[in-house]
C-alpha cells in the first residue's frame, strides 16, 4: 500500500528542497511469537540476511540493535555510496522502530501482533523522504525499490529466518 503525506494545517510547511513523504506498508503473518520477531529485527547478522540492500555496519552501540541504539551504516543506493546514522526507537513489546538519516531519511517501523498458536503478524512500514537534488532522486529510487515489491520479499525473508531459526533448535536472543 503507497500512500503520500501530508502536512497538517498547524505543521510547519517544508522548505524548498523538501519532498513529501512516501510511505509503504505490508504485512504477513510468521511461525514464531512478537520475541522472535524482535530478536531477528534487531539481530545485526540477521538484518544483513533479510534486508532490502546490502550494507555493512560501521559502528554500533552493543551487539545488538535495542531501543536507544545509535549505529551506523553504509552501503550503496542508486548506484551511489550512503551512509546512514540509526536511531533505534524502540524494540521491544513486539515494536521495532528507527531512524536512518542520511541522504534520504527513512522512517522504519515493524509491529508484531500475537495471532493463535505460535503465529505472530508483522506490519512493516517503511516512510521516505529526501531533500535537496541528489535526496530527491535517491528517495525516487528508493520508493521504485519499494514500488517494486522489495518490503514484501524483505518481510518474507524475515519469515523464513525466524522459522528458521526457530526450526534449528536455536534459542532466539532478544
Not at 39 to 44: E, F, K, T
Not at 59 to 64: A, P, S, T
Not at 128 to 138: E, F, P, S
Request: without cysteine; glycine residues 10%.
Amino acid at each position: 500500500m503507497h500512500e503520500i503525506a501530508f502536512w497538517a494545517d498547524d505543521a510547519e510547511p517544508p522548505g524548498p528542497d523538501a519532498a513529501p513523504m512516501s510511505s509503504w506498508s505490508t504485512h504477513t503473518n510468521v511461525s514464531g511469537t512478537p520475541d522472535d520477531v524482535i530478536a531477528v529485527l534487531s539481530d545485526p547478522d540477521s538484518i544483513r540476511r533479510w534486508a532490502p540492500i546490502d550494507f555493512a555496519v560501521d559502528g554500533i552501540d552493543g551487539d545488538r540493535l535495542e531501543s536507544g541504539t545509535r549505529a551506523r551504516v553504509s552501503g550503496r543506493l542508486a548506484g551511489r555510496s550512503a551512509s546512514f546514522e540509526v536511531d533505534v526507537e524502540q524494540a521491544e513489546e513486539g515494536r521495532f522502530a528507527l531512524t536512518a538519516s542520511g541522504p534520504i531519511d527513512l522512517d522504519v517501523e515493524y509491529e508484531a501482533f500475537e495471532t493463535t498458536g505460535n503465529e505472530t503478524e508483522v506490519w512493516a512500514t517503511v516512510s521516505v523522504k529526501g531533500g535537496g537534488l541528489v535526496g530527491r532522486l535517491l528517495a525516487q529510487a528508493t520508493d521504485a525499490l519499494l514500488a517494486a515489491g522489495a518490503l514484501d520479499r524483505a518481510l518474507g525473508r524475515i519469515a523464513s529466518e525466524i522459522e528458521a531459526t526457530a526450526g534449528s533448535g536455536m534459542a532466539l536472543a532478544a
